[in-house]
């Protein structure tokens, strides 16, 4: 298929962007939509021209590198996917692409269609570490007994890759559900309940700090979420928040 581009290109996190047309010809509907940017940037490098650049690393749905909002949706048109899980066959000969990077202040460009996700980095690392005895042989790994519900749940809040499309996705701009997911994984299992009120507290005001926007219900975010992570988290996350409010007023 031949397919026109519309490409958000940025020198520098200080140059105004713009976006700039490009086509591509002869992609094949089996192609992922990162091997259809590839196809892009070996024309533009044979004609001495600069790449485009974006990110990508695993090319199969883990890492959460892959941040591009394609057509104004994050990850593009299908559902629980990553960019580089999506497929050209997706779209129609002669179809208009517009590709831009997440747009949120707290994620600012670096490079055409990259942005600064530290700011989740630094969520995370706000939350802190869990504090479990490793001295002495193995503890047996039924030691400590949790329900099935419970330990789904954590393990269905660990599969955030944190990508970020929830805070493009959401007019916001609100990191709640990721921060969520990363609270409630831990919240759910007793081994995280020991600094469940200091993490909790302390996520939060990072990520307020970050410069996030609240949540508001809307719920674009589980939408474009590729690993479906649930609302749900985002109300466990308040009410961890109110509880150790509580506990420390
Ligand atoms: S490149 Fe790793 S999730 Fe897309």
């Known amino acids: 298929m031949n397919l026109t581009l519309k490409i958000w290109r940025q020198k520098d996190s200080k140059a105004k962007g713009q976006m700039v047309e490009y086509k591509v010809t002869d992609i094949s509907e089996h192609m992922s939509f990162l091997e259809m940017m590839d196809v892009l940037n070996e024309g533009l490098v044979a004609k001495g021209e600069e790449p485009v650049a974006f990110d990508h690393d695993c090319r199969e749905g883990i890492c959460g590198m892959c941040s591009l909002q394609i057509n104004g949706e994050a990850h593009g048109p299908d559902r629980g996917i990553t960019t580089c899980q999506l497929h050209m066959r997706m779209f129609n000969d002669g179809d208009t692409i517009v590709i831009e990077p997440w747009r949120a202040a707290a994620f600012p460009v670096i490079k055409d269609l990259i942005v600064d996700r530290t700011a989740f980095e630094r969520i995370q690392q706000a939350g802190g570490y869990i504090s479990i005895n490793t001295s002495g042989n193995t503890q047996d790994a039924n030691a400590i007994p949790i329900s099935k519900e419970a330990a789904d749940k954590a393990m269905d809040a660990a599969t955030c890759i944190g990508c970020g499309a929830c805070v493009a996705a959401c007019k916001n701009a609100s990191a709640m559900l990721f921060t969520s997911a990363k609270v409630s994984q831990f919240a759910l299992l007793p081994q995280g309940r020991v600094e469940a009120t ?48 509580l506990a420390k007023s």
């Not at 590729?226 to 961890?240: D, Q, V, W």
Request: aromatic share 4%; glycine share 8%.
């Open 198 to 245: 200091e993490r909790v507290m302390n996520m939060v005001k990072q990520m307020d700090l970050e410069g996030f926007g609240n949540c508001t219900n809307t719920g674009a975010c589980e939408i474009e979420c590729p690993k479906g992570i649930s609302l749900e988290n985002i109300a466990r996350m308040n009410r961890e928040y109110l509880a150790a409010s």
